[in-house]
């Protein structure tokens, strides 16, 4: 398995990846997260998957990771009777109540307030921006009516964006609901919420989670709305991650302010010492074909030196021909690219007196020193997993290793930016421990004789409280405890 890879893989499961050798072969090229599609998720196969990725993670040592990533509010036409093709300037209605088979002049509209909330000028997209329409008038009930503004093949139940209306529907459906509920029974270790718009809809589904389980799960927001955008600083306060989901935000913005948004992005995330996955069409051509374009590898490297903690396959993965290959060839970009001096990683260091402000400012320190005096790893101890999110977000260039007695966390921290984490259960004396810690870090391979080493931990150790504490240690031996 590649330990040396820092930024981690997101792979969408699907038909492709049905067969447990395949998943098993995936994880060993470097695939950290499963992510389960609940666009196109059938329970009893979602089930036997989740199994068989939790039997390889133990069998691998793996603490492979599953993120359930609910549709949202998935605005679709209904279906075609036989071949539809619009052309500019036909006019067409978009009609909501009971659905029915669609023509040229007429088609079914799967979101009832469509009629209320749309106005006049504004545009409906459709088929991922293939086709565009203009809306020239509504009745406020069921119909409204559009112009063709680009035109094409009108195929069924092909999904809509409006980018410039309000939408009344909640980020959390029916749908979502039941499928979030099931995903927490199945015990996943993320949870993604699409089309999020504001802080209230996060805060419906940890209102949700917190009702079905004890354990905390963290939240991952996918920001693909204009609203998301602008709310950005909001949601972040009420999310665990962020997803950059480039597909419905290209359709939602023009295509060319993508870029600029994914950086900003990023930078926000760090700042909240929070995860972030970029993700759509990264490798698409590996579908159908064993070789990127030059444009797609690029893509990756690029989101890598944005500062992503991961980059997430979709299609590549779920369907595609080579999902083994595909990861083979993402993980050797990764590598090529993450360790460059080109990536800068802003360092200003936590100034705001919180109540875990001697926790942060001990985990930047631990960043900048080991950086400083080229430690080989920064060893932390956590029972949460806050000092692992920490740490990750300063890049150091050091091995991130996390040592924790909760079995949840470990699965759940394999998506942060250079973290390993390992199960460790003997919180004895402080030198003890971290005597313990330290051998087996040399046992896994990542310390040596000679290394420095940056040990965090909070003292007195056996109270489990926040880390107050930062320890340099040069390994003079190697001498793994039997």
């Known amino acids: 398995m590649p330990t040396n890879k820092k930024t981690k893989i997101v792979a969408t499961l699907g038909p492709a990846t049905s067969k447990k050798e395949i998943l098993r072969d995936m994880i060993n090229a470097g695939v950290n997260v499963f992510r389960i599609n609940f666009s196109h998720a059938d329970y009893s196969d979602v089930t036997e998957r989740v199994k068989m990725i939790r039997e390889l993670s133990d069998e691998l040592g793996s603490n492979t990771s599953i993120l359930a990533d609910l549709q949202g509010p998935k605005l679709r036409v209904g279906v075609m009777a036989g071949e539809v093709v619009v052309a500019p300037g036909d006019k067409i209605s978009f009609v909501t109540g009971k659905p029915f088979e669609g023509t040229a002049e007429k088609v079914y509209m799967n979101y009832a307030s469509f009629p209320k909330d749309v106005k006049p000028g504004e545009l409906v997209l ?137 950086k900003q992005l990023v930078l926000t995330a760090k700042k909240a010492r929070i995860p972030v996955i970029i993700a759509t069409q990264m490798m698409e051509t590996m579908i159908t074909s064993l070789t990127p374009t030059r444009a797609e590898v690029n893509d990756v490297a690029n989101s890598v030196m944005d500062g992503a903690d991961a980059v997430m396959l979709s299609g590549e993965t779920s ?9 083979e ?33 001990v985990c930047y320190h631990a960043a900048i020193m080991a950086n400083e005096i080229k ?7 956590t029972n949460s997993g806050y000092t692992a999110f920490q740490i990750s977000a300063w890049r150091p260039s050091a091995h991130i290793l996390v040592f924790t007695s909760n079995k949840r966390i470990l699965t759940q921290l394999n998506l942060l930016w250079g973290v390993k984490a390992f199960y460790y259960d003997k919180y004895v004396t402080t030198d003890e421990t971290i005597e313990d810690v330290n051998a087996i870090a040399c046992q896994k391979g990542f310390l040596d004789v000679g290394d420095m080493l940056i040990s965090l931990a909070a003292m007195p150790i056996a109270n489990k409280g926040m880390v107050n504490t930062l320890r340099v240690t040069e390994i003079e031996s190697c001498n793994v405890k039997k």
């Open 126 to 262: 459709l088929d991922d921006g293939k086709l565009m329409f203009k809306v020239i008038s509504t009745n406020k009930k069921d119909e409204v009516k559009a112009e063709v503004i680009q035109g094409g093949p009108l195929k069924s139940k092909k999904g809509v964006n409006l980018p410039n209306t309000n939408i009344s529907l909640p980020a959390l459906t029916e749908k979502d609901i039941k499928d979030a509920i099931f995903a927490i029974s199945q015990d996943v270790d993320w949870i993604a919420l699409s089309f999020v718009r504001f802080s209230q809809d996060l805060i419906d589904l940890q209102a949700l989670i917190k009702k079905h389980t004890d354990h905390k799960i963290p939240i991952i927001a996918k920001i693909e709305k204009p609203e998301a955008v602008e709310n950005i600083d909001k949601i972040v306060a009420y999310c665990d991650g962020l997803m950059v989901a480039r597909g419905d935000l290209g359709v939602e913005v023009p295509a060319h302010e993508v870029p600029l948004i994914q």
């Open 319 to 327: 369907v595609g021909n080579y999902p083994v290959q595909v990861i």
């Open 375 to 381: 430690a080989k790893a920064i060893s932390t101890l």
């Open 329 to 361: 060839k993402m993980s050797s970009i990764l590598m090529s690219v993450e360790n460059s001096d080109l990536i800068s990683v802003p360092h200003n260091p936590p100034h705001v007196k919180t109540n875990r402000y001697i926790t942060k400012s």
